[in-house]
């Protein structure tokens, strides 16, 4: 799609700036803090930012990258993230254009920003972020159908992986439950995981499930008597659901099949939560996609973080965030690929 200069060179400028909060939310998020107020400060003095030294970009490369009060020096952080927001911006405007699924796509693009920076930094992915990231996936789905394939077969297929999955999950737990009741010790929770969060979630995915069965069994009167408009919106809803239970579950279902062979904590909730946002977001095909896509460049820097580092841990939600934006924009055409044997 044509996108003329001026619209490319606002989509830049306004990806910085939403940067410079998304910075904000790195910063404060991990310690519980308002996002909202104060205002920008310096880090280390504590002193606040005047406005033109808080201009995204630029006032970085000016004060080359130390504050003016103290002289300390700011986190590159800081510059690279306002950076990859506003080509983020303007990629997604290339890919989608002006259109009505550019938005939910570029919240769903500022989340897995924050999320890549605070679990590299702190190995957590808030609540905040996961959680929220989620009701805004199923909000904007319900509203926009054209983030979904609602065709017939697709959701039939979406109810019958999701059935599976959770068939599959209920299995894992009843097998975890009769290991540590023999006395085994199945899994510890790994330092710095972040607790909360979790009933809200585990409440969602009932929800969800229940959602998808009663959406399920209404969508066909409702066509019946005509309300095809109202449908077409149920109908996006159910993808959502669908996609919430299925990216949840699969990565879900992992972690317990670790936690059982491993005999330590494999998968943190966090990446749960996450991969649950991304089926909200893009549905359950594509959740499935960045599924597999995502350990493929999650084991390469895991090989080379063991052998630099000898840890076996790694921060794995920026490799699920890379997984569903290379699924977004290349999905389609990867599973074209596969479905024709791997031939281009």
């Known amino acids: 799609m044509d996108v003329s200069w001026l619209l490319r060179v606002f989509a830049f400028v306004l990806g910085s700036i939403v940067g410079s909060f998304l910075n904000v939310c790195i910063v404060r998020l991990p310690k519980g803090q308002s996002v909202v107020t104060p205002s920008s400060r310096c880090v280390h003095c504590g002193n606040p930012l005047s406005w033109y030294d808080n201009i995204p970009l630029l006032s970085y490369v000016l004060l080359r990258g130390k504050c003016r009060s103290c002289g300390r020096d700011f986190s590159a952080r800081y510059f690279w993230v306002e950076l990859l927001t506003a080509v983020s911006f303007l990629a997604f405007l290339e890919r989608?254009?002006?259109?009505?699924?550019?938005?939910?796509?570029?919240?769903?693009?500022?989340?897995?920003?924050?999320?890549?920076?605070?679990?590299?930094?702190?190995?957590?992915i808030p609540d905040e972020i996961t959680l929220g990231g989620l009701a805004g996936g199923i909000v904007f789905s319900a509203f926009i159908p054209r983030l979904h394939d609602i065709s017939d077969q697709m959701l039939w297929w979406g109810r019958s992986v999701m059935t599976f999955l959770l068939v599959l999950c209920c299995l894992l737990l009843l097998l975890t439950a009769a290991l540590q009741k023999m006395g085994h010790k199945i899994s510890e929770e790994e330092e710095g995981e972040e607790e909360g969060g979790e009933g809200i979630f585990y409440a969602v995915i009932l929800l969800a499930a229940g959602g998808v069965y009663l959406l399920n069994s209404l969508l066909p009167g409702m066509e019946n008597k005509g309300w095809f408009q109202a449908a077409l919106h149920?109908?996006?809803?159910?993808?959502?659901?669908i996609g919430t239970l299925i990216g949840g579950g699969a990565i879900y279902a992992m972690g317990m099949a670790g936690d059982i062979i491993f005999r330590r904590e494999s998968m943190g909730g966090g990446d749960v939560k996450l991969?649950?946002?991304?089926?909200?977001?893009?549905?359950?095909?594509?959740?499935?996609l960045t599924f597999f896509v995502a350990p493929l460049f999650g084991a390469v820097a895991g090989i080379i973080v063991k052998i630099r580092t000898k840890e076996s841990v790694i921060a794995y939600g920026p490799f699920i965030a890379l997984g569903a934006v290379i699924s977004l924009f290349l999905g389609d055409f990867i599973i074209d690929w596969i479905m024709s044997g791997y031939v281009f």
């Open 275 to 288: 991969m649950a946002m991304i089926g909200a977001f893009l549905g359950w095909k594509l959740a499935i």
């Open 96 to 124: 989608f254009g002006l259109t009505i699924v550019i938005l939910p796509y570029l919240v769903m693009m500022g989340s897995f920003i924050v999320a890549t920076f605070v679990d590299l930094e702190h190995r957590i």
């Open 234 to 241: 149920l109908k996006s809803l159910e993808a959502s659901l």
